[in-house]
């Protein structure tokens, strides 16, 4: 018996052991290549984004987006404050995700705020059309979308839950966007 049984799980080895060794391997897929830049200078910083997008990247701010863009997508994550002048690309939307808030656009100029003083998020717009959403609808629950005209400001308190969107009939200058 004590044979009988060997002999079994010799084949069974030999057999799964075998075939394993005669499938091919599956390549790794690729992790993806994520870009940081990070402002630790006291001025503003321009950077260029690979799809031609200018940001102006305020001091103790980061951006981390994935090199090239791939998937269609372009998604910035912001950590602090930048203005953004986006190339225009209506096959590749172009969303900040910042603090639980996602700003998408097609291409515009506008401004994120992480987090003021006040713990709020803030997206000013100074050309274009927006749309101000949840990024992850377990932290931050706006009721709607929020779309913007220029001039508009949106902000949220992640302390009350409360989501603002103030109208705006004046053009942006470089004085207001320099702000």
Same mark, same amino acid.
């Given at each position: 018996?004590a044979a009988?049984?060997?002999?079994v799980?010799?084949?069974t080895?030999l ?13 790794l897929?690729?992790? =993806? ?10 001025? =503003? ?9 200018s940001?102006?990247l305020?001091? =103790?701010s980061?951006?981390r987006?994935e090199?090239?863009f791939?998937?269609?997508k ?9 203005i953004?002048?986006v190339k225009?690309?209506a096959?590749r ?7 639980g ?8 100029m506008?401004k994120?705020?992480?987090a003021?003083?006040g713990?709020?998020?803030k ?6 059309k ?14 709607k ?5 220029p ?8 302390s009350?839950g ?5 109208n ?12």
């Amino acid at each position: 018996v004590a044979a009988a049984m060997m002999g079994v799980l010799l084949g069974t080895y030999l057999w799964f052991g075998a075939s394993y060794r005669h499938t091919p391997q599956q390549p790794l897929a690729a992790a =993806a290549s994520y870009k940081t830049i990070t402002n630790t200078t006291a001025q =503003a910083m321009d950077v260029v984004l690979e799809d031609s997008s200018s940001v102006m990247l305020f001091p =103790a701010s980061a951006l981390r987006y994935e090199a090239a863009f791939p998937g269609g997508k372009r998604n910035i994550y912001l950590d602090g404050e930048a203005i953004f002048k986006v190339k225009q690309d209506a096959a590749r939307p172009f969303t900040v995700l910042s603090n639980g808030i996602a700003t998408t656009v097609l291409g515009t100029m506008f401004k994120v705020l992480a987090a003021d003083d006040g713990g709020n998020t803030k997206v000013y717009l100074y050309q274009g059309k927006v749309v101000v959403r949840s990024a992850d609808t377990m932290q931050v629950k706006l009721q709607k979308d929020y779309y913007m005209a220029p001039g508009d400001v949106f902000s949220y308190n992640h302390s009350n839950g409360i989501a603002a969107l103030m109208n705006g009939s004046r053009k942006a200058n470089s004085k207001t966007i320099a702000k």
